[in-house]
């Protein structure tokens, strides 16, 4: 259970409105916020560069994904890298149905063949 304080849920809600904003009006930034102790920071994230991570400086401060939050600077890159994805782990499956080729060895089969062949 998370005990939640309104007004610095509050306050976070606001930060990642202004951040939100910031970031898509900035579509080339990456970050917003200040390097504070105790201060919000957010992070530009995701396959589309769409989402955005919220957290606290602070030691003891969970992260948060806010999805698809942002406008998508690559919409192209995040639906191929996807089906890249979908189709590495047809063909793994396929190949052995009894292996499970889960999203982690699909995303590094990827990248192998993204380092092989490069990106067009």
């Known amino acids: 259970m998370r005990m ?9 809600l606001r930060f ?19 390097l504070e102790p105790g201060a919000y920071f957010a992070v530009r994230f995701g ?4 989402c955005l991570l919220v957290f606290r400086i602070d030691p003891d401060c ?6 698809q939050i942002l406008n998508r600077k690559n919409e ?4 191929s890298t ?3 994805i979908q189709g590495v782990m047809r063909n793994a499956e396929n190949d052995s149905p009894e292996y499970d080729f889960g999203w982690d060895a699909a995303i590094e089969r990827c990248i192998q063949i993204i ?4 990106v067009q």
Do not use: F, H, R, W
Not at 16 to 31: C, G, L, Q, R
Not at 62 to 67: K, R
Not at 76 to 79: K, V
């Open 4 to 12: 939640l304080c309104m007004a610095e849920e509050l306050k976070k």
């Open 16 to 34: 990642v409105t202004e951040a939100k904003k910031y970031m898509n009006n900035n579509p080339k930034t990456y970050s917003y916020g200040d």
């Open 47 to 50: 396959l589309g560069d769409d």
């Open 62 to 67: 969970a992260i948060d994904n806010y999805q």
């Open 76 to 79: 192209l890159l995040a639906q």
């Open 82 to 84: 996807v089906a890249m």
């Open 115 to 118: 380092k092989t062949v490069g």
